[in-house]
Structures are given as structure tokens and as C-alpha cells.
T-cell receptor, first 113, second 116 residues
């Protein structure tokens, strides 16, 4: 199973941009990069995903390195509600419906008022 | 409301007992996943079902079992419960049709199990 590595924790000031890195050096050509976040005592929430090109949605942007061995989740203006654990995972995009995904410990983001 | 419904939200039971956790996936999703999250721990993958069939297994104990029914809801059965089984149990669903990575997971709000 392809794995990802992320920093254990990061801090950001409120209303500043946040760049959350993720390394996935063993990524395969068909793996999609997904990001989820988990607020305390809640279930994880989908944030964004991509394959090769950078992606934007209302929550965040995903920047994918050209060799796809790393990616960065960008929160454009951190708010106190963005304080959460952020998980970067890989999911196979080829259809077999086999989907054993390993979540690492993620990055705990603290937002300072 | 994420569209994935888990019941009950809280469950307190004694050691040695058996409980059943229920999950209704988001409409249209065929895959159901179960995860365990102990206090201050990450998400541990337990098992995946796709359209009624078991497809992937993680670190699921032999005392635990699951199934997915024809209406696509799933149940996770935990038996001979131990104190260490106390955790949050999350269910997630995904479309998982011909390329599971192309769509995201939708997680439920979880069942908090406390074994006393």
C-alpha cells in the first residue's frame, strides 16, 4: 500500500495562508491524492483530491508536484474553524473496487487568533 | 448532514458483551468502509464492502465481523468486548465504480463505544 508522510503539527496565524505538505514518493501512476480533515469529535471530512493537475475548490487548493511525489494543500486564509487534523492519502483510480486505504497520523493544524 | 447515517451515536456496554453498529451509506454509494479510532489514535481501517461483497480487510479482530445487506446498509458486529475496544467507529461510503480513487469518501459522524 502506497504511504504518505506529513509533519505531525503546524501552526498558522488567523487569516494567513497555510501550506500543508505531504510526501508520497512511492505513488503509482493511477493513484489519486486525497485530502481529508477531522475536527475534534467529528468524522473526517473530504477536502479535495487530484491526479496530476492542480485543483481548486471552495475549501482549498491542491498543488501537485510535477513528479507527483509530493503535494501541498493550501488554505488561502486560515480561520479558527480550520483547526483540525489534516490527512493526505492515496487512492487507486483503476477500477477494481478494492480500496484498502491507510490513514497516517496526519498533520494537526493549530490556528492562532 | 454528510448523507452517511450511523446509529447509535453513543453506546455503553460491559466487557464480554456483543454490540451491533449500523451504517447507511450516502444514496448511490456502493462501497462501505469501517474505521476504528481510539483515543488520540489515527484512523485504523477495518474492512470494506462493495455491493454486498467483502473486498478489503485491514486489522480487524476475529471477534469483529461485518456485512453489507442488499439495501447497501452495513452492520459491524463486535463481540466478547474488551476495555480496549472502546473507541470511535466510523463508517464511510464511496461510489467506487470503476476507479475508486476518482471520488471521495463521505464519512458518518461515528459511534462512540465505551466498554466498562
Amino acid at each position: 500500500d502506497a504511504k504518505t508522510t506529513q509533519p505531525n503539527s503546524m501552526e498558522s496565524n488567523e487569516e494567513e495562508p497555510v501550506h500543508l505538505p505531504c510526501n508520497h514518493s512511492t505513488i503509482s501512476g493511477t493513484d489519486y491524492i486525497h485530502w481529508y480533515r477531522q475536527l475534534p469529535s467529528q468524522g473526517p471530512e473530504y477536502v479535495i483530491h487530484g491526479l496530476t493537475s492542480n485543483v481548486n475548490n471552495r475549501m482549498a487548493s491542491l498543488a501537485i508536484a510535477e513528479d507527483r511525489k509530493s503535494s501541498t494543500l493550501i488554505l488561502h486564509r486560515a480561520t479558527l474553524r480550520d483547526a483540525a487534523v489534516y490527512y493526505c492519502i492515496l487512492r487507486d483510480g483503476v477500477g477494481t473496487s478494492y480500496d484498502k486505504v491507510i490513514f497516517g497520523p496526519g498533520t494537526s493544524l493549530s490556528v492562532i487568533p | 448532514d454528510s448523507g452517511v447515517t450511523q446509529t447509535p451515536k453513543h453506546l455503553i456496554t460491559a466487557t464480554g458483551q456483543r454490540v451491533t453498529l449500523r451504517c447507511s451509506p450516502r444514496s448511490g454509494d456502493l462501497s462501505v468502509y469501517w474505521y476504528q479510532q481510539s483515543l488520540d489514535q489515527g484512523l485504523q481501517f477495518l474492512i470494506q464492502y462493495y455491493n454486498g461483497e467483502e473486498r478489503a480487510k485491514g486489522n480487524i479482530l476475529e471477534r469483529f465481523s461485518a456485512q453489507q445487506f442488499p439495501d447497501l446498509h452495513s452492520e459491524l458486529n463486535l463481540s466478547s468486548l474488551e476495555l480496549g475496544d472502546s473507541a470511535l467507529y466510523f463508517c464511510a461510503s464511496s461510489v467506487a465504480l470503476g476507479g475508486s480513487g476518482r471520488s471521495g469518501y463521505t464519512f458518518g459522524s461515528g459511534t462512540r463505544l465505551t466498554v466498562v
